[in-house]
């Protein structure tokens, strides 16, 4: 089996990948809450079989190194915000996250554009209600027409406190997947955010830089070309061997 | 190559995002027109490799997984009810309203509509009524003989009649309130229809507790702000611009493919 092309494969699989994660940073660039996604690239090492074994290795032995894209993670960064005037848009400044709860279960977001349900609940552009501290949805009377919130959560009206909106962290945020529709699910726990500093009457925007993605768009693309000129290469390298083989024998 | 379809989601949205500023630029000059935002979401996404999956027999786990989004959509365009300006026109039946409420207006077809616009007129039976010619509920009417309309602050209707030393009320308007007005369907010509998700009108006079004041001789401007509408213009162009520019490049990605032999 000849590697060399296996080898160049496995890297234009993995440019092909990265291109999708940017393209969908692109895609997202105006998403509110969004966190850029980055991929992580490993090498994936097989050793040859015919040597005799790992120790018996000679310096510069032949190891193949396989590219593999290993994971994807989230740029945990701020985006900057936006004010919309809408007073139940809400940004969190600290690195937690709302917690809104689906028919699936609750689910962790940073889009923080609210609207009061007709039942006086405090829900997402979907429907789900938006849970407080002990994770319960928040219930606004209907005499509450002049909503508050206070940098720490604390949501009240021109008839007093109401309650507090919970904004938690779960322990290991690289556990936490994407389902789309700008929710996450974690399975580790979570614990509530000393300080949330909610800014109210804003929209966190994306943190996907242009600049970044188009250098690593056009990054990807030369690499990919580079890669593929590599197999091109190394195709007619093995064409010309089979040419003279075959001229020798005949 | 998903990185096509991927853009493609990317410039749909930001097609419909130039059409919702489009929109918004347009109704600069509207009465009671409130601007609206479009908002996005991430679409689903594709599990390359599993979060928590694990990654030996030992039991050790991915700490975090492959993931790829699929793209952009379009999560919402909502009405952002911000207050807009107060214009001053002098005219006896023009109304604005300074904080929350709606005039509402019974359309031909018998259903209420609700608008903030409240550039009125007098039927031929001397009726209030929109621009349009429908009546504000509830009705009021103004005696022919009447020489000057009072409105008050609390939606109060007062005319004065010659040969009449104090002036008489004739009616009062009354303004509605929803628990959700984002929920409001807009109907064009600068009316609102209630729906599922605004919830039932909650009446009121002008002034009671959680409705706004009525102005007499003012008009509401829309609450477009044209510097932030063309900031978000030139936004969305580029970030058109950069998502075809991913299609380019997939596309330069699968014709140097296409081009080994």
Request: hydrophobic share 35%.
């Given at each position: 089996?000849?590697?060399?092309?296996?080898?160049?494969?496995?890297r234009?699989?993995?440019?092909?990948?990265?291109?999708?994660?940017?393209?969908?940073?692109?895609?997202?660039?105006?998403?509110?809450?969004?966190?850029?996604?980055?991929?992580?690239?490993?090498?994936?090492?097989?050793?040859?079989?015919?040597?005799?074994?790992?120790d018996?290795?000679?310096?510069?032995?032949?190891i193949?190194?396989?590219?593999?894209?290993?994971?994807?993670?989230?740029?945990a960064?701020?985006?900057?915000?936006?004010?919309?005037?809408?007073?139940?848009d809400?940004?969190?400044?600290?690195?937690?996250?709302?917690?809104v709860?689906t028919?699936?279960?609750?689910?962790?977001?940073?889009?923080?554009?609210?609207?009061?349900?007709t039942?006086?609940?405090?829900?997402?552009?979907?429907?789900?209600?938006?849970?407080?501290?002990n994770?319960?949805?928040?219930?606004?009377a209907?005499?509450?027409?002049?909503i508050?919130?206070a940098?720490?959560?604390?949501?009240?009206?021109?008839?007093?406190?109401?309650?507090?909106?919970g904004?938690?962290a779960?322990?290991?945020?690289?556990k936490?997947?994407?389902?789309?529709?700008?929710l996450l699910?974690?399975?580790?726990?979570?614990?509530?955010?000393?300080?949330?500093?909610?800014?109210?009457?804003s929209?966190?925007?994306?943190?996907?830089?242009?600049?970044r993605?188009?250098?690593?768009?056009?990054?990807?693309?030369r690499?990919?070309?580079?890669?593929?000129?590599?197999?091109?290469?190394?195709?007619?390298?093995?064409?010309?061997?089979?040419d003279?083989?075959?001229?020798?024998?005949? | 190559?998903?990185?096509?379809?991927?853009?493609?989601?990317?410039?749909?949205?930001?097609?419909?995002?130039?059409?919702?500023?489009?929109?918004n630029?347009?109704?600069?000059?509207t009465?009671?027109?409130?601007?609206s935002?479009?908002?996005?979401?991430?679409?689903?996404y594709?599990?390359l490799?599993r979060?928590?999956?694990?990654?030996?027999?030992t039991?050790?786990?991915?700490p975090?997984?492959?993931?790829v989004?699929?793209?952009?959509?379009?999560a919402?365009?909502?009405?952002?009810?911000?207050?807009?300006n107060?214009?001053?026109?002098?005219?006896s039946?023009?109304l604005?309203?300074?904080?929350?409420?709606?005039?509402?207006?019974?359309?031909?077809?018998?259903?209420?509509?609700?608008?903030?616009d409240?550039?009125?007129?007098?039927?031929?039976?001397?009726?209030?009524?929109?621009?349009?010619?429908y009546?504000v509920?509830p009705?009021?009417t103004?005696?022919?003989?009447?020489?000057?309309?009072t409105?008050?602050?609390?939606?109060?209707?007062?005319?004065?009649?010659?040969?009449?030393?104090?002036?008489s009320?004739v009616?009062a308007?009354?303004?509605?309130?929803?628990?959700?007005?984002?929920?409001?369907?807009?109907?064009?010509?600068n009316?609102?229809?209630?729906t599922?998700?605004?919830?039932?009108a909650?009446?009121?006079?002008?002034?009671?507790?959680?409705?706004?004041?009525?102005?007499?001789?003012?008009?509401?401007?829309s609450?477009?702000n044209?510097?932030?509408?063309?900031?978000?213009?030139i936004?969305?162009?580029?970030a058109?611009?950069m998502?075809s520019?991913v299609?380019?490049?997939s596309?330069?990605?699968?014709?140097t493919?296409?081009?080994?032999?």
């Amino acid at each position: 089996m000849e590697n060399p092309t296996t080898i160049a494969l496995s890297r234009l699989v993995a440019q092909s990948r990265a291109m999708e994660v940017t393209a969908n940073n692109l895609a997202n660039a105006d998403t509110p809450g969004f966190k850029a996604e980055r991929m992580v690239f490993a090498d994936w090492l097989v050793r040859e079989p015919n040597l005799p074994n790992a120790d018996g290795l000679p310096p510069g032995g032949r190891i193949l190194a396989y590219t593999q894209d290993r994971a994807t993670y989230r740029e945990a960064q701020l985006g900057t915000f936006t004010a919309t005037a809408n007073p139940l848009d809400l940004a969190i400044g600290s690195n937690g996250f709302f917690t809104v709860l689906t028919a699936a279960g609750p689910r962790l977001t940073r889009a923080g554009h609210f609207e009061r349900a007709t039942d006086g609940r405090i829900v997402d552009g979907a429907g789900n209600p938006l849970l407080d501290i002990n994770g319960k949805p928040i219930q606004l009377a209907p005499a509450d027409t002049i909503i508050s919130v206070a940098s720490n959560g604390s949501i009240s009206s021109q008839n007093g406190q109401i309650g507090q909106i919970g904004v938690v962290a779960p322990q290991d945020p690289n556990k936490m997947r994407s389902e789309g529709a700008r929710l996450l699910v974690t399975d580790s726990p979570t614990k509530q955010v000393f300080d949330p500093q909610i800014s109210q009457g804003s929209l966190e925007d994306s943190n996907v830089q242009p600049i970044r993605e188009i250098v690593s768009m056009m990054t990807t693309l030369r690499e990919f070309q580079f890669t593929s000129q590599f197999v091109q290469a190394e195709g007619d390298r093995q064409q010309s061997a089979i040419d003279k083989i075959t001229q020798r024998n005949g | 190559m998903r990185a096509l379809d991927i853009a493609g989601t990317g410039m749909q949205a930001q097609q419909t995002n130039v059409e919702v500023i489009s929109n918004n630029i347009a109704n600069l000059t509207t009465t009671g027109f409130k601007r609206s935002r479009a908002e996005f979401q991430d679409l689903i996404y594709q599990n390359l490799r599993r979060v928590g999956s694990n990654s030996s027999d030992t039991g050790t786990v991915v700490p975090s997984g492959a993931q790829v989004g699929l793209g952009v959509k379009t999560a919402a365009i909502y009405r952002i009810n911000e207050q807009g300006n107060l214009q001053q026109t002098s005219n006896s039946l023009d109304l604005a309203i300074q904080g929350n409420g709606y005039f509402q207006v019974t359309l031909p077809s018998g259903e209420t509509a609700y608008t903030r616009d409240g550039t009125f007129s007098l039927s031929p039976t001397g009726q209030i009524v929109t621009s349009d010619g429908y009546v504000v509920q509830p009705g009021v009417t103004i005696p022919t003989n009447a020489t000057g309309v009072t409105i008050d602050t609390s939606g109060e209707v007062q005319v004065s009649i010659p040969g009449q030393t104090a002036p008489s009320l004739v009616g009062a308007l009354q303004l509605a309130n929803f628990p959700n007005p984002t929920g409001l369907e807009s109907q064009g010509g600068n009316l609102l229809l209630a729906t599922a998700a605004s919830g039932n009108a909650v009446t009121g006079n002008p002034g009671a507790p959680g409705f706004g004041t009525t102005m007499q001789g003012f008009v509401e401007t829309s609450n477009v702000n044209v510097v932030s509408e063309i900031t978000n213009l030139i936004t969305a162009q580029r970030a058109y611009e950069m998502n075809s520019k991913v299609i380019t490049a997939s596309d330069e990605m699968l014709s140097t493919l296409t081009n080994l032999h």
